[in-house]
């Protein structure tokens, strides 16, 4: 049982370390097979409450208590990553032209909460993972109010939202699964403790099927529009990752926190855009938040490596702590 369990995590740590690269396969996967993948795309609802539910297992009522000691870096954190990625998300794909379901895509990616991989890219970059954690949590409970009501109001006029139909669903596929998996870490903590090792497997396979369902039905549309979604995609994330550090900066956060916040702001809960975009809309519409959560791995593995050999510069002496 003992080897067995060292095999598991062993595996699973494998795949948190080439998440990146396995979230690629996924699409790739997607691309060469799409009749198999298309099949999955029903599923996607489900596979992203298993991913939830996880994420919830990470939690702890404690991780809350840096809203009470420093409530201005998590409030600047939130208010960022809600307001500059759905607006970035509407400009981008209106300046590029993007068709309607796309746009409305792109505006659903930026509406979305914090990703579920964004603690460890914080990690990874030396960055203040007590703050990271908070923003995923709180972003992810105010998404079932302030999601709807941002997609409503940025592409209400492209097409038309149920706004209480995304409640509904967030609802459903992302806070019951979170306060779940909160419960259950608070009641059986000790058996969480165990499989906590294991969680990233079940994270990342589950992402990696999200991508794969979406881009196989999607398949004719990823290779007539791929360049022009591609770049929208990767404007998307480095605004986010811009701007998201700009504003703590501008706030006098410390670095680490600033990088909280980047990367907070820059990585998207992609899989619940792709599952709100696949329910409420159409295949199509869950296209940029496929190619996001390809992206954004993938870039934010790049930022944490370039801040992780960069280390933590000694504040200054006009630096707010």
Do not use: C
């Not at 990690?123 to 923003?135: E, H, K, Q």
């Not at 909280?260 to 519409?285: D, K």
Request: aromatic share 6%; net charge positive.
């Amino acid at each position: 049982m003992g080897t067995m369990g060292n095999v598991v995590t062993r595996i699973a740590d494998f795949v948190g370390r080439w998440f990146a690269v396995l979230v690629l396969l996924g699409a790739v996967v997607g691309l060469l097979l799409p009749d198999g993948t298309a099949t999955l795309a029903p599923y996607i609802p489900w596979f992203l409450g298993v991913i939830m539910f996880g994420m919830g297992l990470t939690l702890r009522v404690g991780d809350f208590a840096i809203v009470v000691k420093r409530p201005q870096a998590v409030l600047i954190g939130v208010l960022a990553q809600f307001l500059i990625m759905p607006l970035a998300g509407l400009g981008i794909g209106l300046l590029l032209q993007l068709p309607p379901l796309l746009l409305v895509g792109m505006v659903l990616v930026g509406a979305s909460p914090g990703g579920t991989a964004s603690n460890v890219i914080v990690y990874l970059a030396r960055g203040d993972v007590a703050l990271s954690v908070a923003m995923t949590a709180i972003s992810t409970l105010l998404a079932p109010l302030l999601t709807p009501l941002l997609v409503l109001w940025l592409a209400g006029s492209t097409l038309p939202v149920d706004a209480g139909g995304l409640l509904v669903s967030i609802l459903q596929v992302v806070l019951v699964p979170v306060v779940a998996g909160v419960i259950v870490r608070a009641l059986a903590h000790r058996f969480v403790e165990r499989v906590l090792t294991v969680l990233p497997l079940v994270s990342v396979g589950g992402i990696v099927l999200v991508v794969a369902a979406v881009v196989g039905a999607n398949a004719e549309s990823v290779l007539q529009t791929g360049a022009l979604l591609a770049l929208a995609v990767v404007l998307h994330n480095a605004v986010g990752l811009g701007l998201g550090y700009g504003a703590a900066r501008v706030a006098r956060l410390p670095e680490s926190a600033r990088r909280a916040v980047g990367v907070e702001v820059g990585m998207q809960n992609s899989g619940l855009a792709a599952t709100l975009a696949t329910v409420h809309f159409a295949p199509l519409a869950a296209l940029p938040a496929a190619l996001f959560s390809v992206w954004h791995n993938l870039s934010g593995a790049l930022v944490a490596t370039y801040w992780a050999r960069r280390g933590i510069p000694a504040p200054s002496p006009t630096t707010a702590e």
